[in-house]
């Protein structure tokens, strides 16, 4: 639009009309301050003295018929001694601007309520300690009389069953915060679950539900947490016991081939509609009447799954309908056939990476120092630096197969810089990512994958572990 010198209306476009809910004819020759919401009228005089001489610019509200309208006001002087203004329509800001207040009020919400689970699970725990100790030693007293037994067993039973519920609440506030830490071993998933399907027979056969096992993996090892993953697959199976009436059965199996292993939990219990499956992860989720009869807070799976995608694996869930069973399906990566060799205290050079050229970042002198020294033992040819600064440098004049970084940097971390080659077109086939962190939480592995970064190994790393990770992704990616 076109202003006078005092600030009247010479001309408007038809946009200012509409959005000031106006004729064009009712905008003319009118002062811009009728205009703009009350308490605004100041502002706008000032934009428009100091238009007549330079550009300035400032914000304030539209007032509408409707209401008022968030808009900002651009004025700059015209040769006639006028001065043209322009205005732009902020609402889309103002309303991102309010969508991420709310998300962050959300997410303090999230972080109060984790806070909050964490708290009250350490709390309880100590009560019920001094519950779970006597009521031990009530019942492995001599000579006790059938009530008092019976009495001593239901108390002991049902603390055991509290602090199952307890664990579940800490597990899940841990997880949640990014808390849990994994320590990384070698495990036989089909030996796992063979000692898991003995441990749960007699609670099977009390229920008359027949486990039916199919565990023929010629090489189920997988590389993780092995109590981590033992809770997984005691979740998946005592689920399925749980849901299972009498008279049922459920089929266990342990499959693999060249890159996973997998677990397979089929039963015939009471099945989930299509609706359920979609929340059957979801923490505190119990789905309908028939689940609500059953014990526990509905944690187990979710905590299931976060846990087999901090292992880099997948946890999924299928049925045909109420009634016709489940099916949960873990699905893990297959460890190398070469397991590293905890009893040997050396490191023996293997030339495994001849050839490499693998860019190293870490700001600890001593982990950079061994990192380098495991690498080029295994042939490769190492560039060490400490912070994303220099290795963004040694980027751009040199070319690597291969980068390891450390998440914990200064000034700009792993996540960051990864993110910064990426936008620099060296994606995953040009330059694939090892994260070499003490950052072992689920979240930490989420963004890790988030920020480009092909995989995700937690300190103290075995060399053999890293050598081998370092080699795959090269071939993988050549």
């Known amino acids: 639009m076109t202003l006078t010198v005092d600030g009247r209306v010479l001309y ?70 006028a001065c043209c203004a ?48 006597w009521a031990q030693i009530l019942a492995s007293k001599e000579g006790l009389d059938d009530f008092t037994r019976r009495a001593a067993e239901t108390i002991l039973r049902s603390t055991r069953t509290q602090a199952s519920l307890i664990a579940d609440l800490l597990d899940i506030s841990r ?24 441990a749960i027979e007699p609670a099977a056969n009390e229920r008359h539900v027949s486990v039916r096992r199919r565990l023929v993996a010629d090489d189920s090892d997988v590389y993780g947490d092995s109590t981590r993953i033992q809770q997984i697959c005691a979740n998946l199976v005592n689920n399925a016991l749980k849901f299972t009436e009498p008279g049922g059965h459920i089929d266990v199996s342990v499959e693999s081939d060249a890159d996973w292993v997998t677990l397979t939990v089929a039963d015939t219990g009471i099945g989930m509609t ?72 050396a490191f023996a050079p293997s030339g495994e990476l001849a050839g490499l050229s693998v860019l190293v970042v870490d700001d600890e002198i001593d982990a950079l120092d061994v990192l380098r020294f495991i690498l080029v033992h295994a042939g490769a040819k190492v560039t060490a630096v400490s912070n994303a600064r220099d290795a963004l440098a040694a980027l751009g004049h040199d070319r690597f197969d291969v980068l390891i970084t450390d998440i914990g940097l200064p000034e700009q971390d792993g996540f960051a810089l990864v993110r910064e080659v990426r936008a620099r077109g060296l994606d995953a086939a040009s330059l694939p990512a090892i994260a070499v962190t003490g950052y072992g939480g689920v979240y930490d592995v989420r963004l890790a994958n988030a920020a480009g970064l092909q995989k995700h190994m937690t300190k103290p790393v075995d060399a053999g572990e890293l050598v081998r990770a370092t080699a795959e992704l090269a071939r993988k990616e050549s």
């Open 175 to 198: 997880i949640v915060a990014g808390k849990v830490h994994l320590e990384m071993t070698r495990l036989d998933l089909a030996a796992a679950v063979e000692g898991l399907l003995s």
């Open 274 to 345: 299509p609706e359920l499956i979609e929340h059957v992860f979801d923490a505190f989720h119990q789905g309908g009447p028939t689940s609500r009869r059953k014990a526990g807070l509905g944690l187990g799976l979710a905590i299931a799954k976060q846990l087999a995608e901090a292992h880099g694996g997948t946890l999924s869930a299928t049925s045909a309908g109420e009634n016709r069973g489940s099916t949960f399906v873990l699905r893990l990566p297959r460890a190398t056939k070469r397991a590293p060799d905890d009893s040997s205290p």
């Open 86 to 133: 322009m205005v732009f329509d902020l609402r889309d800001r103002e309303q991102a601007e309010r969508a991420q207040t709310a998300r962050m009020a959300a997410e303090e919400a999230t972080r109060a309520k984790d806070r909050f689970l964490a708290v009250l699970s350490h709390e309880l725990r100590s009560p019920l300690n001094t519950t779970l100790g």
């Open 12 to 81: 408007a476009n038809p946009y200012f009309a509409e959005l000031a809910g106006r004729d064009v004819g009712d905008v003319l020759d009118a002062p811009l301050v009728d205009f703009v919401a009350p308490g605004f009228e100041s502002t706008v005089d000032m934009l428009v003295r100091g238009g007549m001489t330079t550009t300035v610019k400032g914000e304030c509200r539209l007032q509408t018929r409707e209401g008022t309208i968030p808009v900002q006001l651009t004025v700059s002087p015209l040769a006639n001694g």
